[in-house]
């Protein structure tokens, strides 16, 4: 029982460069969301997933763009990176819409662009 | 949109002593509140959760939490802290899409 498997878990951007984050549940959770973790803020939310096939923008977007083309999947990328997107990535996944009933986590992915 | 404030950034306390964080929220309906856990390098553990009824709730851990709702508060407890139980502890909130976090407390465990 894997859960929420996030790949890679680290990783080195150079500015300008793209990349994809591969989030994986195996629980048949409707429902799945990108937060990325910042000292003394918190986790905010980047984008999320109602569902196979759709997408919605959460509070810090900008620069990522997200696809569910499958139901256990969720890819985050980034087109061209900046230092401001160095973080912690997390993905997390519920069989319920929003926050009623708590997420299952992923272990993170850490990410540096120089 | 739902808001979560945890006032203490970092709090110690002595290994067997009490614990209580802080949480407050801002939410126009009836909230739906969470405490999570996060261990060094790993992801977070859900450590209990609010929904309605009995506003004591009880976690894992040994953990428990107060909703107070006319001070919009909902509180962590532990009547005696173990050195593992040195982590960041993070308050949540859930809305219609999605749930907010507070911008954690973390906790050390003095022996």
Redesign the interface.
Known sequence: NAG?TQTPKFRVLKTGQSMTLLCAQDMNHEYM?W?RQDP??????IH?S?GEGTT?K?EVPDGYNVSRLKKQNFLLGLESAAPSQTSVY?C?SSNR???????T????TRLTVV | AQSVTQPDIHITVSEGASLELRCNYSYGATPYLFWYVQSPGQGLQLLLKYFSGDTLVQGIKGFEAEFKRSQSSFNLRKPSVHWSDAAEYFCAVGGNNDMRFGAGTRLTVKP
């Open positions: 929420v969301y937060y003394g803020m918190g986790l905010r939310l999320y109602v919605a959460g997390f997390a819409r929003g926050g009623n009933y708590g997420y986590f992923g272990s993170g």
